[in-house]
């Protein structure tokens, strides 16, 4: 076992390869990642898919995040990441952001900075996978679209305040917080 020096870095916890029909989730009750569903429509992950440790989002889930990465990786990798950009859509639960980032070691992608990194080809299959992934299910989506790198921080820091408030309600007991206390680097089960 190593010590990679992490424990500074923003990370993200994969849970579903780019390229993969298959929906991962972590399961609390059995403590792994199961397959949860596998995507009725055509398509592949364009990239990485997963949620930002420690981070919460306002759909009530932990923060959703894309990694762009030269090569897959696999159900509960961790990455660090640096913030690039914000995808914006919601779903049938509601607002969905989704925070574009870039592996801090992935010599090709750790150059980009900005959402103009992204080549435009990407945009456009990652705008195109989100706009029609679900509707084989019979789910509405509406994206908003592409934000840029200061919108990501913001959320990256709103996701954060959130995660240490529902901490601080669950170490208080109060019973109106909506789920237990999910231990780092696993997610309760939920919807993309």
């Known amino acids: 076992m190593a010590d990679h020096g992490l424990e500074d870095e923003l990370l993200v916890h994969v849970e579903i390869p780019k390229g993969s029909r298959n929906k ?23 990239t990485d898919y997963g949620y ?26 961790v990455i660090a990441v640096k913030p690039i950009a914000l995808f914006k ?20 992608w750790n150059h980009a900075e900005t959402l103009d990194d992204i ?9 195109h996978f989100f706009s029609t992934y679900k509707q ?21 820091a709103d996701g954060k305040q959130l995660w240490e408030e529902r901490q601080e309600s669950a170490s208080e007991g109060d019973d109106d917080a909506e789920e237990p206390e999910q231990p780092t680097g696993t997610e309760p089960e939920r919807g993309v």
């Open 24 to 46: 991962y989730e972590y399961d609390e009750g059995i403590e792994r990642i199961v397959l949860d569903r596998f995507l009725s429509s055509s398509m592949v992950y364009p």
């Open 119 to 127: 080549p435009k080809q990407l945009q456009d299959e990652i705008t």
């Open 52 to 77: 930002l440790i420690d981070h919460w989002g306002r759909d009530g889930d932990p923060l959703d995040a894309m990694v762009c990465v030269s090569e897959a990786t696999f159900p509960g990798c």
């Open 89 to 108: 859509m919601r779903d049938e639960a509601g607002e969905d952001d989704k925070v574009v980032c870039v592996p801090t070691h992935d010599p090709g």
């Open 136 to 156: 084989l299910e019979g789910k509405d989506v509406e994206v908003d679209g592409w934000k840029s790198l200061e919108d990501a921080q913001e959320v990256i």
